[in-house]
């Protein structure tokens, strides 16, 4: 029997086309699934269901990513034309919480960072220019400088690493208990984690797009790891 650990997927809501006409979909990305997988975990997703229901869908999971996508509908948190679905916003925060009383490793990625840091009571700079390649995001990488004795550099290695870059929000000031663990070019934030309590390590980069480079499949190892003791 396979004993890989099982890995909770957040979805990104989306209006969709199909044969019976348009329809709403929660979407999973299938690079997230690739690389749990490649990593020794076993990928399940997470539908949108009431926060009160969170807990529930992580009865039978040994791990969590809050996955990107859309912004999050809290103030100073996108411009006029924001991409939001509050729902999706009330379900994570259950599921961020959840997982806190559950003890179990999360990994945030770029909105999933952004969510945790808001629950924490942190805040979110609106916007950030010259921070979304879009459809370049594989050719123009960023910089990014890993601080040293942190979690994220027992994954990565302190120092320089080459990242994506599509967000256009990042942190601005962190929420409780929340030690930045690396920044980019002009100091914005790039990641987090947790300084103590149960695992967690966000980045503002898309690791699922990522195969092949440390700063993807080495985080998506290192969760997997947490997740077998």
Known sequence: MDSR???AITPVPRD???GYGPDRADTVARGFGDAVVAAGGLPISL???PPELAAGQLAGADGLVLSGGQDLDQPGAGGEDRWVDPGRDRHEFGLWEAARAKGIPVLGVCRGLQLVNVALGGTLVGHLDGHDAAERHAEELEEVEVEGETLLAGILGAGPCLVNTIHHQAIDEPGEGLRVSARG??????AAELDGGPWFV???????????????DALFAAL????RG
């Open 202 to 216: 966000g980045v503002q980069w898309h690791p699922e797009l990522l195969p092949g480079r440390p700063a993807g």
């Open 47 to 49: 539908p949108q269901v």
């Open 5 to 7: 650990p099982v890995i």
């Open 185 to 190: 070019a002009g100091g914005a934030i790039e």
């Open 224 to 227: 997997v790891k947490r997740c």
């Open 16 to 18: 969709v086309k199909t």
